[in-house]
């Protein structure tokens, strides 16, 4: 299998940027997490990872010509459904939730231990969290992943969201190898 | 390439009574206790396999790049563990006395606030030459202890070059070294014998794949799992990395070669083999706790600087058993 490791191209770029402005993140993050972005992907493969490495380990690979297994910041993977957000990219952005009021929801401590079994919750009486994909943080503001925020079908249940988990740290127990 | 005595040794293994007995005593091949005989008596090796079947104690490795040790104890005594530093081996190690549920599912690990390693892996990394600015290779780095604590030491800068052959266990290796966040790393699925460096590396180690002979404690199928012939093929595979290992470091550098075991065929005949091919290394001391190296074989006669190594007896210093070496390559005259 042919593996390829090179710089994005702009659409993939603004792809992501798009992603991290729909999180109401600042010009000036977004461009901090979109700069030196590098893509691994393997030939006829379904996605590409996204790293975010310092120049000096380009410098070593490039003097190598060996392609890596992984490498840096991984920021996440462009595939079928889009730009999916790593747990690694989580934590970079879970200070963001307190000082510059992105698109977070904080779990109390039996919520945070939910999650963290990829279990989806019902936020109760929450009509005032941000909708679609956002950060999910503990009251300690440590990232605890990221989920997707729906109305419930239920027109009873107007008041309560469903969070449902798209990536928590409980996978690195489950999958992570 | 194997030492040139390796074959002789292993045909000296013969079976007494002493040995057939507790070889069924405690259920290992015989030639795994005629060793430890060879080495420790018969007295100290029923102490030994004692040792043995106790459980091997748990430990926990504190990332003090992105939590305050203080403050990890404080969390997980509140969640009811009972923690104790192990200051000999390490100043980010405890020994987790009491656990109310399994260390590896609290937020905290999930978090990346601590690694799940033990004492005397955690030493030989100390024993390591680490500094910020440094090329680092860990050669056979999964699943990721002693590559995450590289990175912690050197405070996530300079560069970690971690390499792993196996398919399965480097997935492992990735999740670890995100899980802890670490950055300044590259992650090779490759061979580590048929790497293009060439003395590339300021510091370098090889802890080497073995018998795993000394986590028995751990997994008790270790005391059967291996024949001698399995044993001279683990013994040629780790000649033939340190070789390469040698050949990757800069001048005047060292590294640090490591086996979890407890055999000398993977320790001490490694080195030895090393020493008589090569007249360019050194054997340096390493400020670690452990035994010295052991310097005679089943009447062979090793390298007196094989003294300088270090080991570790279940049974002595409590923990894991391992052999540890470092080397330092000489440079152009």
């Not at chain 2, 090329?135 to 990175?151: E, S, V």
Request: glycine share 6%; with cysteine.
């Amino acid at each position: 299998m042919n593996k390829k490791l090179e710089k994005l191209n702009e659409y993939e770029i603004n792809f992501i940027k798009l992603f991290l402005s729909k999180l109401k993140l600042n010009k000036n993050i977004i461009e901090k997490y979109t700069r030196g972005l590098w893509g691994l992907s393997i030939e006829g493969g379904t996605h590409k990872d996204i790293f975010k490495p310092k120049f000096n380990l380009i410098k070593f690979i490039e003097k190598y010509n060996m392609i890596p297994y992984s490498l840096g910041l991984y920021i996440g993977l462009i595939g079928r459904r889009g730009f999916e957000p790593s747990l690694p990219l989580a934590h970079e952005l879970a200070p963001f939730c307190k000082s510059h009021n992105i698109k977070c929801v904080i779990l109390n401590i039996f919520e945070e231990k939910k999650f963290l079994y990829g279990k989806t919750i019902i936020l109760q009486n929450r009509e005032n969290v941000p909708m679609g994909y956002v950060l999910v943080v503990n009251r300690f503001y440590e990232a605890l992943g990221w989920a997707i925020i729906k109305r419930p079908n239920n027109k009873y249940w107007m008041q309560n969201r469903l969070l449902r988990p798209v990536r928590d740290l409980g996978w690195y127990l489950r999958k992570g190898g | 390439m194997e030492h040139p005595y390796i074959k002789d040794i292993l045909k000296k293994y013969n079976k007494n009574n002493i040995i057939i007995n507790l070889s069924k005593k405690y259920g290992y091949e015989p030639y795994m206790i005629a060793r430890y005989i060879e080495i420790l008596g018969t007295e100290e090796t029923e102490m030994l396999l004692e040792a043995n079947e106790k459980p091997l104690p748990k430990s926990l490795r504190c990332n003090n790049i992105i939590i305050d040790c203080n403050k990890l104890e404080k969390r997980l005594k509140n969640k009811g563990f009972r923690l104790k530093k192990l200051t000999r081996f390490s100043p980010y190690i405890y020994l987790i006395e009491h656990a109310p549920y399994s260390p590896g599912a609290t937020h905290e690990y999930l978090l990346g606030y601590y690694y799940l390693q033990g004492p005397v892996s955690a030493s030989i990394v100390h024993g390591m030459d680490l500094k910020r600015n440094y090329l680092i290779l860990d050669m056979a780095a999964a699943p990721g202890g002693k590559a995450t604590q590289i990175l912690q030491l050197i405070e996530d800068k300079g560069i970690l070059i971690a390499v792993e052959k196996n398919k399965r266990r480097i997935k492992s290796l990735r999740a670890n070294i995100q899980r802890m966040r670490f950055k300044n790393y590259i992650i090779y699925h490759y061979d580590n014998r048929k790497l293009p460096f060439k003395e590339e590396f300021d510091s370098i180690l090889l802890d080497a794949p073995s018998t795993g002979e000394g986590i028995i404690r751990k997994d008790p199928r270790r005391k059967t799992s291996r024949t001698p012939f399995d044993l001279l093929e683990i013994h040629r595979l780790q000649v033939s990395m340190l070789l390469k290992a040698v050949e990757y470091l800069k001048p005047e550098k060292t590294l640090v070669y490591a086996a979890c075991s407890l055999a000398p065929e993977e320790g001490e005949l490694v080195i030895d083999t090393i020493l008589k091919k090569l007249n360019n290394i050194d054997i340096i001391p390493m400020d670690i706790p452990g035994d010295s190296g052991i310097s005679e074989y089943f009447g062979v006669q090793l390298d007196s600087r094989i003294s300088m190594c270090k080991r570790f007896w279940p049974h002595r210093q409590g923990f894991e058993g391992f052999f540890a070496c470092k080397i330092r390559k000489r440079g152009e005259k």
